[in-house]
């Protein structure tokens, strides 16, 4: 155990709340939940190092490395673990004993095999159900949690059918202090849904920037040219390797048949270039275009979003700290600033990055009002 926060669980009355794994998504949760009137929050730590980063981030009432300590009298548990430990941690709860009535939930992105887990232990007094919040950030750790993470995402659950509709509704309460809205979906469409919308996408940029890797061994050439837009879409084939070795073979039924539709398709534009037919690849793009313009852009969704503008600037001495002056005394917060392209007498083109939609609208209007030519 450690004894870096003080633990204050005296009074009965209060709701425990018990986070294991305090990461992004975990310490997110605890900082959604710490300081609401009745509720306490525990964090687990399995190594004595993360656990002093949990409390100098301050993100829980109270950590501790023993995960009897942590659950011990909680009301709610959520398993903020990557996907492959998640079946060994349900697995470790079910032999504890707990608060009869407790729920255990985790935060997992795909939810098939966990809820099969859980039916197969056959949990005495307490009950599971499945969670994922589709929100994310670029940044990973405790040191990137944010309570505004999941405001405006969709928060999906994915009961069991023996599980009470009570609660469920139990669950919703806790997670509205999230501001997350919460949907309820059946385990294996999830699965089927978040294959398409996010696990695809993952593999197809990995694909595609391992060829590009692979023509640059011949002609650095590639690499050199690879920037801007091809960074910007190609951006999640950087995503952290251990994850999503887990959680693609978590869900590698549902990703085969996936995949084969996915050559199907390159299949079609391979026989649209053959034969020269340009009205079918100008239909796929009109297809393509009218589908995703129908796409919520002010909804977080399961690909973290990016708040980026960009701005035409003149190569002159002190533009950039002009830029960056105005939005400073606008308490405008930048993450990130690059420069695409600057040549002599050649506007340059300035890439400027947000944490969130309020800042990149705000950052646009200061540099429009400015006479800047800016852009999404």
């Not at 996915?262 to 690849?281: R, S, T």
Request: proline share 4%; hydrophobic share 40%; net charge negative.
């Amino acid at each position: 155990m450690t004894n870096v926060i003080e633990k204050n669980i005296d009074d009965n009355t209060l709701t425990k709340i018990a986070i294991f794994g305090v990461g992004l998504i975990g310490g997110s949760l605890a900082l959604c939940f710490k300081g609401k009137p009745g509720i306490n929050v525990t964090g687990y730590a399995h190594l004595q190092e993360y656990a002093d980063q949990v409390a100098a981030r301050d993100v829980v009432d109270y950590v501790t490395l023993s995960a009897e300590e942590a659950a011990a009298d909680a009301d709610f548990i959520f398993l903020c673990v990557p996907v492959g430990s998640l079946e060994s941690y349900i697995t470790l709860l079910s032999g504890m004993p707990l608060k009869p009535g407790c729920i255990i939930t985790d935060v997992g992105s795909t939810k098939a095999s966990i809820a099969e887990c859980a039916d197969r232990l056959a949990l005495k007094d307490v009950c599971f159900i499945g969670g994922h919040p589709m929100a994310g950030s670029e940044r990973s750790g405790v040191g990137a949690a944010s309570s505004l993470l999941f405001e405006n995402a969709y928060y999906v659950l994915t009961p069991s059918e023996g599980v009470g509709t009570d609660k469920v509704k139990a669950l919703e309460a806790i997670l509205a202090h999230t501001r997350a809205h919460v949907v309820t979906v059946d385990p294996l469409l999830h699965d089927e849904i978040v294959g398409a919308i996010s696990h695809l996408p993952h593999v197809i940029a990995v694909a595609l920037v391992n060829q590009i890797c692979a023509y640059t061994e011949a002609n650095p050439l590639y690499q050199t040219l690879a920037a801007g837009g091809f960074r910007d879409i190609t951006r999640i084939a950087a995503s952290d390797p251990i994850v999503w070795r887990d959680i693609l073979l978590n869900n590698r039924k549902v990703m085969m048949p996936l995949l084969r539709d996915w050559n199907d398709n390159i299949q079609q534009f391979m026989e649209m270039l053959e034969n020269g037919d340009g009205p079918a690849i100008e239909d796929a793009f009109r297809r393509a275009g009218a589908f995703r313009n129908e796409l919520p852009e002010r909804r977080k969704g399961v690909i973290a979003s990016q708040f980026n503008i960009y701005i035409d600037v003149p190569d002159h001495p002190g533009i950039i700290g002009r830029i960056t002056t105005e939005l400073g005394q606008n308490s405008i917060n930048l993450s990130n600033i690059q420069i695409i392209e600057s040549r002599e007498d050649v506007p340059g083109i300035m890439k400027l990055s947000f944490r969130n939609e309020k800042d990149q609208e705000r950052a646009k209007d200061v540099l429009q009002s400015l006479g800047y030519t800016v852009y999404h």
